[in-house]
Protein backbone atom coordinates (compact mmCIF):
# COMPACT_ATOMS: atom_id res chain seq x y z
CA UNK A 1 0.00 0.00 0.00
CA UNK A 2 1.40 3.91 -0.97
CA UNK A 3 2.51 5.15 2.49
CA UNK A 4 0.07 8.37 1.71
CA UNK A 5 -2.70 5.86 1.85
CA UNK A 6 -1.98 5.00 5.48
CA UNK A 7 -3.04 8.62 6.09
CA UNK A 8 -6.19 8.78 3.68
CA UNK A 9 -7.86 5.38 5.17
CA UNK A 10 -8.35 6.47 8.50
CA UNK A 11 -9.94 9.64 7.36
CA UNK A 12 -11.85 7.84 4.60
CA UNK A 13 -13.10 4.99 6.66
CA UNK A 14 -13.74 6.18 10.51
CA UNK A 15 -14.31 9.88 9.41
CA UNK A 16 -15.27 11.09 12.92
CA UNK A 17 -14.53 9.55 16.10
CA UNK A 18 -14.55 12.09 18.64
CA UNK A 19 -11.00 10.71 19.69
CA UNK A 20 -7.64 12.57 20.26
CA UNK A 21 -5.91 11.57 16.92
CA UNK A 22 -1.61 11.00 17.97
CA UNK A 23 0.18 12.01 14.95
CA UNK A 24 2.98 10.27 13.86
CA UNK A 25 5.56 11.82 11.04
CA UNK A 26 8.17 9.34 10.08
CA UNK A 27 11.40 10.39 8.03
CA UNK A 28 12.66 7.34 6.25
CA UNK A 29 14.80 6.55 3.53
CA UNK A 30 12.59 3.07 3.22
CA UNK A 31 9.11 4.33 3.94
CA UNK A 32 7.42 1.05 1.86
CA UNK A 33 8.53 -1.06 5.03
CA UNK A 34 6.24 0.28 7.07
CA UNK A 35 2.40 -0.43 6.10
CA UNK A 36 2.04 -3.88 6.44
CA UNK A 37 3.10 -4.03 10.51
CA UNK A 38 0.06 -0.24 10.16
CA UNK A 39 -2.75 -2.96 9.12
CA UNK A 40 -2.78 -5.72 11.49
CA UNK A 41 -3.68 -6.69 15.15
CA UNK A 42 -3.56 -3.17 18.11
CA UNK A 43 -2.24 -1.19 15.26
CA UNK A 44 -4.32 -1.71 12.39
CA UNK A 45 -7.70 -1.45 14.84
CA UNK A 46 -6.35 1.78 16.75
CA UNK A 47 -5.57 3.05 12.99
CA UNK A 48 -8.95 2.36 12.14
CA UNK A 49 -10.45 3.71 14.84
CA UNK A 50 -8.43 6.84 14.77
CA UNK A 51 -6.67 7.26 17.66
CA UNK A 52 -3.00 7.82 15.39
CA UNK A 53 -2.06 8.46 11.95
CA UNK A 54 1.11 8.15 10.42
CA UNK A 55 2.56 10.30 7.84
CA UNK A 56 5.88 9.57 5.75
CA UNK A 57 8.45 11.92 4.58
CA UNK A 58 11.14 9.94 2.05
CA UNK A 59 14.43 11.80 2.98
CA UNK A 60 15.69 11.11 -0.46
CA UNK A 61 12.87 13.59 -1.67
CA UNK A 62 15.50 16.37 -0.33
CA UNK A 63 18.26 14.86 -2.04
CA UNK A 64 20.06 17.43 -4.56
CA UNK A 65 21.84 15.08 -7.06
CA UNK A 66 20.21 13.10 -9.84
CA UNK A 67 21.07 9.65 -7.82
CA UNK A 68 18.83 11.04 -4.85
CA UNK A 69 22.12 10.56 -2.76
CA UNK A 70 21.59 11.00 1.10
CA UNK A 71 25.12 9.82 1.89
CA UNK A 72 28.51 10.54 1.61
CA UNK A 73 32.05 9.27 3.29
CA UNK A 74 32.82 9.79 6.16
CA UNK A 75 35.73 12.88 6.65
CA UNK A 76 38.93 10.89 8.44
CA UNK A 77 38.42 7.68 6.58
CA UNK A 78 36.29 4.32 8.08
CA UNK A 79 34.44 2.13 6.40
CA UNK A 80 30.51 3.06 5.49
CA UNK A 81 29.12 6.10 4.41
CA UNK A 82 27.01 8.94 6.72
CA UNK A 83 23.72 10.57 6.57
CA UNK A 84 24.39 13.82 5.19
CA UNK A 85 23.00 17.56 6.61
CA UNK A 86 21.09 18.62 3.70
CA UNK A 87 18.36 16.64 2.66
CA UNK A 88 17.74 15.65 6.51
CA UNK A 89 17.53 19.08 7.86
CA UNK A 90 15.43 19.82 4.77
CA UNK A 91 13.16 17.16 5.05
CA UNK A 92 13.12 18.14 8.93
CA UNK A 93 12.16 21.49 7.91
CA UNK A 94 9.32 20.67 5.54
CA UNK A 95 7.56 18.30 8.12
CA UNK A 96 7.89 21.16 10.93
CA UNK A 97 6.73 23.72 8.45
CA UNK A 98 2.88 22.59 8.82
CA UNK A 99 2.96 21.69 12.26
CA UNK A 100 0.10 18.97 14.03
CA UNK A 101 0.48 20.03 17.09
CA UNK A 102 1.70 22.80 19.61
CA UNK A 103 5.52 22.65 20.71
CA UNK A 104 4.76 21.77 23.97
CA UNK A 105 2.68 18.38 23.16
CA UNK A 106 5.38 17.75 20.08
CA UNK A 107 8.20 14.92 20.41
CA UNK A 108 11.23 15.21 18.12
CA UNK A 109 12.98 11.83 18.17
CA UNK A 110 16.37 10.71 16.10
CA UNK A 111 16.62 6.92 16.41
CA UNK A 112 20.50 6.16 17.31
CA UNK A 113 22.32 3.76 19.19
CA UNK A 114 24.20 6.95 20.76
CA UNK A 115 20.96 7.79 22.43
CA UNK A 116 19.53 7.09 25.94
CA UNK A 117 18.19 4.03 26.43
CA UNK A 118 14.22 4.02 25.84
CA UNK A 119 11.99 2.17 28.84
CA UNK A 120 8.34 1.85 29.67
CA UNK A 121 8.54 4.88 31.21
CA UNK A 122 9.41 6.57 28.22
CA UNK A 123 6.39 5.02 26.46
CA UNK A 124 4.04 6.13 28.67
CA UNK A 125 5.67 9.55 28.81
CA UNK A 126 5.37 9.96 25.40
CA UNK A 127 1.80 8.30 24.82
CA UNK A 128 0.50 11.86 26.14
CA UNK A 129 2.19 13.68 23.48
CA UNK A 130 -0.03 14.94 20.23
CA UNK A 131 2.72 14.81 17.45
CA UNK A 132 5.90 12.62 17.49
CA UNK A 133 8.61 13.08 14.95
CA UNK A 134 10.61 9.99 14.08
CA UNK A 135 13.96 10.21 12.18
CA UNK A 136 15.32 7.23 10.93
CA UNK A 137 19.33 6.43 10.34
CA UNK A 138 20.81 4.40 8.22
CA UNK A 139 24.80 3.67 6.85
CA UNK A 140 27.31 4.15 9.92
CA UNK A 141 24.56 6.92 11.12
CA UNK A 142 24.33 10.39 11.06
CA UNK A 143 26.99 13.48 10.12
CA UNK A 144 26.74 14.45 13.96
CA UNK A 145 26.15 18.16 12.98
CA UNK A 146 22.61 16.38 12.18
CA UNK A 147 22.06 15.59 16.12
CA UNK A 148 23.71 19.20 16.90
CA UNK A 149 21.34 21.02 14.81
CA UNK A 150 18.33 19.75 15.22
CA UNK A 151 18.03 19.48 18.95
CA UNK A 152 15.55 16.05 18.64
CA UNK A 153 16.15 13.75 21.50
CA UNK A 154 18.57 10.73 20.71
CA UNK A 155 16.84 7.82 21.62
CA UNK A 156 17.90 3.82 21.42
CA UNK A 157 16.08 0.98 21.50
CA UNK A 158 18.67 -0.83 23.23
CA UNK A 159 22.54 -1.95 23.43
CA UNK A 160 22.80 -3.66 19.84
CA UNK A 161 23.00 -1.87 16.38
CA UNK A 162 20.19 -2.69 13.48
CA UNK A 163 21.17 -1.42 10.10
CA UNK A 164 18.19 0.86 10.13
CA UNK A 165 16.29 3.36 12.49
CA UNK A 166 12.83 1.38 10.69
CA UNK A 167 12.69 -1.44 13.35
CA UNK A 168 13.60 1.04 16.36
CA UNK A 169 10.67 3.67 15.04
CA UNK A 170 8.45 0.59 14.62
CA UNK A 171 9.50 -0.36 18.46
CA UNK A 172 8.47 3.15 19.35
CA UNK A 173 5.31 3.41 17.79
CA UNK A 174 3.97 -0.01 18.47
CA UNK A 175 4.74 0.32 22.60
CA UNK A 176 3.42 4.43 22.32
CA UNK A 177 0.24 3.00 20.08
CA UNK A 178 -0.84 0.02 22.73
CA UNK A 179 -0.85 2.89 26.04
CA UNK A 180 -3.53 5.20 23.97
CA UNK A 181 -6.91 4.62 25.75
CA UNK A 182 -9.10 2.62 23.88
CA UNK A 183 -6.27 0.94 22.04
CA UNK A 184 -6.42 -2.68 23.80
CA UNK A 185 -9.80 -3.99 25.07
CA UNK A 186 -8.55 -4.05 28.46
CA UNK A 187 -7.04 -0.91 29.98
CA UNK A 188 -5.24 -3.57 32.98
CA UNK A 189 -3.37 -5.35 30.45
CA UNK A 190 -0.81 -2.71 30.26
CA UNK A 191 -1.04 -1.34 33.85
CA UNK A 192 -0.18 -4.62 35.31
CA UNK A 193 2.72 -6.06 32.74
CA UNK A 194 6.49 -6.24 32.25
CA UNK A 195 7.83 -2.55 33.44
CA UNK A 196 5.19 -1.13 34.38
CA UNK A 197 6.28 -1.66 38.11
CA UNK A 198 10.05 -2.17 38.71
CA UNK A 199 9.05 -6.02 38.11
CA UNK A 200 8.85 -8.58 35.25
CA UNK A 201 5.19 -10.25 34.22
CA UNK A 202 4.28 -13.19 36.56
CA UNK A 203 3.72 -16.20 34.39
CA UNK A 204 0.76 -17.12 32.49
CA UNK A 205 -1.59 -20.46 32.06
CA UNK A 206 -4.31 -21.44 30.00
CA UNK A 207 -6.25 -24.45 28.67
CA UNK A 208 -5.79 -27.60 29.23
CA UNK A 209 -4.47 -27.87 32.98
CA UNK A 210 -2.23 -30.30 32.12
CA UNK A 211 0.17 -30.38 28.65
CA UNK A 212 2.51 -33.18 28.52
CA UNK A 213 2.84 -33.95 31.63
CA UNK A 214 2.85 -30.13 32.62
CA UNK A 215 0.28 -28.85 34.80
CA UNK A 216 -0.57 -25.64 35.64
CA UNK A 217 -0.31 -24.64 39.41
CA UNK A 218 -2.91 -25.54 41.71
CA UNK A 219 -3.47 -22.16 42.90
CA UNK A 220 -4.29 -20.63 39.62
CA UNK A 221 -7.20 -23.64 39.53
CA UNK A 222 -8.50 -22.55 43.02
CA UNK A 223 -10.44 -19.73 42.61
CA UNK A 224 -9.33 -17.95 45.65
CA UNK A 225 -8.29 -14.92 44.24
CA UNK A 226 -6.31 -13.65 47.41
CA UNK A 227 -4.11 -16.48 47.13
CA UNK A 228 -3.65 -16.22 43.16
CA UNK A 229 -2.76 -12.51 43.89
CA UNK A 230 -0.17 -13.76 46.34
CA UNK A 231 1.47 -16.17 43.95
CA UNK A 232 1.49 -14.02 41.10
CA UNK A 233 3.34 -10.92 43.40
CA UNK A 234 5.76 -13.89 44.13
CA UNK A 235 6.27 -15.51 40.78
CA UNK A 236 6.92 -12.31 39.26
CA UNK A 237 9.56 -11.27 42.28
CA UNK A 238 10.91 -14.98 41.80
CA UNK A 239 11.29 -13.89 37.44
CA UNK A 240 12.80 -10.64 38.27
CA UNK A 241 15.45 -11.86 40.73
CA UNK A 242 16.60 -14.34 37.97
CA UNK A 243 16.52 -12.92 34.95
CA UNK A 244 16.76 -8.80 35.48
CA UNK A 245 17.69 -8.73 39.01
CA UNK A 246 19.03 -4.74 38.39
CA UNK A 247 15.67 -3.91 37.59
CA UNK A 248 15.17 -4.31 41.50
CA UNK A 249 17.97 -2.60 42.35
CA UNK A 250 18.11 0.01 39.64
CA UNK A 251 21.81 -0.84 38.70
CA UNK A 252 23.56 -2.49 35.86
CA UNK A 253 22.86 0.72 34.08
CA UNK A 254 19.51 1.11 34.35
CA UNK A 255 18.28 4.74 34.66
CA UNK A 256 17.79 6.27 38.03
CA UNK A 257 14.43 7.46 39.04
CA UNK A 258 14.61 10.71 38.05
CA UNK A 259 16.84 10.47 34.75
CA UNK A 260 14.92 11.34 32.25
CA UNK A 261 15.45 12.29 28.83
CA UNK A 262 14.18 15.87 29.49
CA UNK A 263 14.65 17.63 33.21
CA UNK A 264 11.07 17.82 34.83
CA UNK A 265 10.12 14.91 33.27
N1 LIG B 1 27.66 3.40 13.39
C1 LIG B 1 26.57 3.41 14.32
C2 LIG B 1 27.06 3.01 15.69
O1 LIG B 1 28.01 2.26 15.80
O2 LIG B 1 26.45 3.48 16.68
C3 LIG B 1 25.48 2.45 13.88
C4 LIG B 1 24.63 2.95 12.77
S1 LIG B 1 23.32 1.86 12.40
C5 LIG B 1 24.11 0.67 11.38
C6 LIG B 1 22.33 2.77 11.28
C7 LIG B 1 21.11 3.41 11.87
O3 LIG B 1 20.26 2.42 12.41
C8 LIG B 1 21.33 4.39 12.98
O4 LIG B 1 21.67 5.67 12.49
C9 LIG B 1 19.98 4.39 13.67
O5 LIG B 1 19.05 5.24 13.05
C10 LIG B 1 19.52 2.95 13.49
N2 LIG B 1 19.79 2.12 14.68
C11 LIG B 1 20.56 1.02 14.73
N3 LIG B 1 20.57 0.49 15.95
C12 LIG B 1 19.77 1.26 16.72
C13 LIG B 1 19.38 1.23 18.09
N4 LIG B 1 19.83 0.31 18.92
N5 LIG B 1 18.52 2.18 18.52
C14 LIG B 1 18.06 3.13 17.69
N6 LIG B 1 18.42 3.23 16.40
C15 LIG B 1 19.26 2.31 15.91
Given at each position: ????????????????????????????????????????????????????????????????????????????????????????????????????????????????????????????RLSSAEWII???????GFDERILEG?????????????????????????????????????????????????????????????????????????????????????????????????????SEGSRGQDD??????
Amino acid sequence: MPSSDIVARSSRFFPDQNVMTLHFDILTIFPAVFPGLLEESILGRARRAGLYDVHFTDIRDFARDAHRSVDDRPYGGGPGMVFKPEPVFEAVESVLATPRASEEATQKIILTPQGRRLEQRDLRRLSSAEWIILLCGHYEGFDERILEGLGFEAVSIGDYVLSGGEVPAMVLLDGIVRLLPGAVGHPESTTYESFETRTLDFPQYTRPPEYRGMKVPEVLLSGNHAEIARWREREALRTTREFRSDLLTGSEGSRGQDDSWEAGN
